[in-house]
Nanobody
Framework: QIEIVDSGGGSVQAGGSLRLSCTTSGLTYDHYAMGWFRQAPGKRRKGISC????????YYAEDVQGRFAISSDASKNTLFLQMNNLTPEDTGIYFCAAQINIRDTCGLWAPAYTFWGEGTQVTVSS
Protein backbone atom coordinates (compact mmCIF):
# COMPACT_ATOMS: atom_id res chain seq x y z
CA GLN A 1 0.00 0.00 0.00
CA ILE A 2 1.34 3.38 -0.99
CA GLU A 3 1.16 6.13 1.59
CA ILE A 4 2.14 9.76 1.25
CA VAL A 5 2.32 12.08 4.24
CA ASP A 6 2.94 15.76 3.66
CA SER A 7 3.73 18.23 6.43
CA GLY A 8 5.49 21.46 7.30
CA GLY A 9 2.85 24.05 6.53
CA GLY A 10 2.14 27.01 8.73
CA SER A 11 1.45 30.73 8.91
CA VAL A 12 4.15 33.24 8.02
CA GLN A 13 4.40 36.86 7.03
CA ALA A 14 5.27 37.91 3.52
CA GLY A 15 8.97 37.47 2.89
CA GLY A 16 9.19 34.53 5.24
CA SER A 17 10.15 30.92 4.56
CA LEU A 18 8.74 27.46 5.10
CA ARG A 19 10.01 23.98 4.36
CA LEU A 20 7.51 21.32 3.41
CA SER A 21 8.23 17.62 3.75
CA CYS A 22 6.67 14.60 2.11
CA THR A 23 7.42 11.12 3.33
CA THR A 24 6.42 8.13 1.25
CA SER A 25 6.08 4.43 1.87
CA GLY A 26 5.24 1.59 -0.44
CA LEU A 27 6.70 3.18 -3.58
CA THR A 28 8.65 0.21 -4.85
CA TYR A 29 8.73 1.16 -8.52
CA ASP A 30 12.04 1.93 -10.18
CA HIS A 31 10.68 4.90 -12.06
CA TYR A 32 8.49 7.55 -10.58
CA ALA A 33 8.20 11.28 -10.22
CA MET A 34 6.93 13.37 -7.38
CA GLY A 35 5.49 16.83 -7.27
CA TRP A 36 4.12 19.59 -5.13
CA PHE A 37 0.78 21.16 -5.92
CA ARG A 38 -1.06 24.12 -4.45
CA GLN A 39 -4.77 24.66 -4.19
CA ALA A 40 -5.89 28.14 -3.28
CA PRO A 41 -9.47 28.81 -2.14
CA GLY A 42 -11.82 28.69 -5.11
CA LYS A 43 -9.07 27.75 -7.55
CA ARG A 44 -7.89 24.63 -9.29
CA ARG A 45 -5.00 22.60 -8.01
CA LYS A 46 -1.85 23.99 -9.58
CA GLY A 47 1.51 22.33 -10.11
CA ILE A 48 4.34 24.07 -8.29
CA SER A 49 7.37 21.86 -8.71
CA CYS A 50 8.28 18.29 -9.54
CA UNK A 51 11.24 15.95 -9.40
CA UNK A 52 12.02 12.76 -11.28
CA UNK A 53 13.22 10.37 -8.61
CA UNK A 54 15.60 8.42 -10.88
CA UNK A 55 17.13 11.16 -13.02
CA UNK A 56 16.92 14.01 -10.52
CA UNK A 57 15.47 16.34 -13.14
CA UNK A 58 13.36 19.10 -11.58
CA TYR A 59 10.86 21.57 -12.92
CA TYR A 60 9.20 24.68 -11.47
CA ALA A 61 6.17 26.78 -12.19
CA GLU A 62 7.15 30.20 -13.44
CA ASP A 63 5.84 32.09 -10.44
CA VAL A 64 7.98 30.17 -7.95
CA GLN A 65 11.15 29.93 -10.03
CA GLY A 66 14.06 31.28 -8.01
CA ARG A 67 12.12 31.27 -4.73
CA PHE A 68 11.27 27.60 -4.21
CA ALA A 69 13.61 24.62 -4.28
CA ILE A 70 12.59 20.98 -4.49
CA SER A 71 14.91 18.29 -3.19
CA SER A 72 14.89 14.74 -1.92
CA ASP A 73 16.48 12.41 0.57
CA ALA A 74 16.31 8.99 -1.01
CA SER A 75 17.54 7.27 2.14
CA LYS A 76 14.44 8.53 3.96
CA ASN A 77 12.03 8.39 1.02
CA THR A 78 11.35 12.04 1.62
CA LEU A 79 10.69 14.95 -0.69
CA PHE A 80 11.16 18.56 0.38
CA LEU A 81 10.03 21.94 -0.84
CA GLN A 82 11.97 24.90 0.49
CA MET A 83 9.88 28.02 0.03
CA ASN A 84 11.55 31.40 0.40
CA ASN A 85 10.36 34.97 -0.01
CA LEU A 86 6.76 33.90 0.34
CA THR A 87 3.96 36.15 -0.82
CA PRO A 88 0.22 36.13 0.00
CA GLU A 89 -0.33 34.61 -3.46
CA ASP A 90 1.45 31.49 -2.23
CA THR A 91 -1.33 30.82 0.25
CA GLY A 92 -3.15 27.54 -0.16
CA ILE A 93 -3.15 23.87 0.67
CA TYR A 94 0.00 22.19 -0.58
CA PHE A 95 -0.23 18.59 -1.70
CA CYS A 96 2.54 16.11 -2.36
CA ALA A 97 1.88 13.57 -5.09
CA ALA A 98 3.57 10.72 -6.93
CA GLN A 99 3.25 9.11 -10.32
CA ILE A 100 4.83 6.18 -12.08
CA ASN A 101 7.10 7.77 -14.68
CA ILE A 102 9.41 5.84 -16.99
CA ARG A 103 10.84 8.99 -18.55
CA ASP A 104 13.65 11.16 -17.22
CA THR A 105 11.49 14.21 -16.75
CA CYS A 106 8.47 15.24 -14.72
CA GLY A 107 5.42 17.41 -15.23
CA LEU A 108 3.05 19.68 -13.34
CA TRP A 109 -0.28 18.39 -14.65
CA ALA A 110 -2.14 17.24 -11.56
CA PRO A 111 -4.39 14.60 -13.22
CA ALA A 112 -1.25 12.70 -14.24
CA TYR A 113 -0.43 11.98 -10.60
CA THR A 114 -1.91 8.91 -9.00
CA PHE A 115 -0.97 8.99 -5.36
CA TRP A 116 -1.66 11.97 -3.13
CA GLY A 117 -1.02 13.18 0.38
CA GLU A 118 -3.68 14.83 2.53
CA GLY A 119 -2.20 18.30 2.11
CA THR A 120 -0.71 20.88 4.43
CA GLN A 121 -1.96 24.45 4.82
CA VAL A 122 0.32 27.38 4.03
CA THR A 123 -0.90 30.85 4.91
CA VAL A 124 1.10 33.96 4.05
CA SER A 125 -0.07 37.27 5.43
CA SER A 126 0.87 40.68 4.10
Amino acid sequence: QIEIVDSGGGSVQAGGSLRLSCTTSGLTYDHYAMGWFRQAPGKRRKGISCLNWKSGVTYYAEDVQGRFAISSDASKNTLFLQMNNLTPEDTGIYFCAAQINIRDTCGLWAPAYTFWGEGTQVTVSS
